[in-house]
């Protein structure tokens, strides 16, 4: 059930300025099992990245909405360079963790991890001393751009988040970011609980919320459960769940919206492809998500 009194995410999380809604830690703690594990990342989402990246040139990467550092371990592992940012201490947390515990492996003693929000991204990114001439290439992946929401109703946080993301890349390198196909969230009014990136069979249900501000969709909730259960418990043959809940709001980009979003900032005459669950776009009928590519001007 959705609560009656309506909240844009889980209670306990702070509601002022550009909120983390990881903060109470809930979705952080379970988010290895919503995810399916950093392993279980769908083969098909790695070797399209992969690919792409390299073929591309890519060897610097960004990763602003690292969270527990799926995407950015992902890369370390296939041979690339990696900074990540988060604004989310709680979701730092795990990132941390792994850059610790996999130390040894110089990728990993090398891996630079900080807190940083995209609103002010180019100046001020705690301790991390970004490549002369700007990264290869921005990566926000996993619908997080979403998160951030839109205070004036005209966009205008968003906008400085894409400049920020601009403006840390070199000439001619390439802005991944992606984001739910919320079209079809708002035709159906259902959020799909499976999808090329996401395919855990820990996610017990998401319910999906669309909030209207004069006729005008501007946010929708989905509320999680995750199926947490710890593997030694389950391996002890105790049948018991444990179940997490938790709630995260979004912004609804619509595809030809974010489009123009993307190319206010990078410019219409540059190249800007974009991908329906990574197959080219049209090619799949309804796709989970659209991934964007587009490539910062040669200066
Ligand atoms: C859905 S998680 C995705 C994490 C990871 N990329 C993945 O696919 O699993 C979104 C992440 O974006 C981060 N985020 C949201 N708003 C942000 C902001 N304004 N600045 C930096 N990070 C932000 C959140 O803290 C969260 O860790």
């Keep these: 059930m959705v609560d009656r009194t309506y909240r844009t995410r889980t209670l306990g999380v702070a509601a002022s300025g550009v909120p983390d809604q990881y903060a109470d830690g809930k979705a952080a703690k379970v988010w290895e099992f919503y995810i399916g594990g950093s392993r279980n990342r769908t083969e098909q989402y790695r070797e399209f990245m992969c690919d792409l990246l390299r073929k591309r040139g890519v060897q610097n990467i960004c990763d602003v909405a690292c969270g527990n550092?799926?995407?950015?371990?992902?890369?370390?592992?296939?041979?690339?360079?990696?900074?990540?940012?988060?604004?989310?201490?709680?979701m730092l947390k795990y990132a941390l963790k792994t850059r610790w515990e996999r130390r040894k492996e110089a990728a990993f003693d090398n891996w630079v991890i900080e807190e940083a929000n995209w609103l002010d991204l180019a100046e001020n990114h705690g301790n991390a001393e970004f490549p002369e001439g700007g990264f290869d290439a921005v990566i926000c992946l996993g619908n997080s751009f979403a998160h951030l929401p839109d205070l004036t109703g005209d966009q205008e946080n968003h906008r400085i988040a894409i400049r920020n993301f601009h403006e840390v890349l070199k000439p001619g390198g390439f802005l991944f970011i992606d984001h739910r196909n919320y079209d079809s969230i708002l035709d159906c009014g259902k959020a799909p609980h499976r999808n090329v990136y996401y395919n855990s069979d820990r996610i017990i249900d998401i319910k999906?919320?669309?909030?209207?501000?004069?006729?005008?969709?501007?946010?929708?909730?989905?509320?999680?459960?995750?199926?947490?259960?710890?593997?030694?418990?389950?391996?002890?043959?105790?049948?018991?769940?444990?179940?997490?809940?938790?709630?995260?709001?979004?912004?609804?980009?619509?595809?030809?919206?974010?489009?123009?979003?993307?190319?206010?900032?990078f410019g219409k005459d540059t190249e800007h492809v974009v991908w329906g669950d990574f197959k080219p776009k049209g090619e799949i009928e309804t796709p989970a998500y659209f991934i964007h590519m587009i490539q910062k001007k040669s200066a």
């Design 69 to 90: 550092g799926v995407d950015s371990i992902l890369f370390l592992e296939n041979g690339f360079k990696v900074m990540s940012f988060d604004a989310s201490d709680k």
């Design 208 to 265: 999906t919320s669309v909030l209207h501000v004069n006729g005008e969709p501007t946010m929708i909730t989905l509320d999680y459960i995750v199926d947490g259960t710890d593997e030694k418990k389950i391996q002890s043959g105790c049948t018991e769940k444990d179940l997490s809940k938790f709630r995260l709001s979004y912004y609804p980009h619509r595809l030809a919206k974010f489009d123009e979003l993307l190319e206010g900032v």
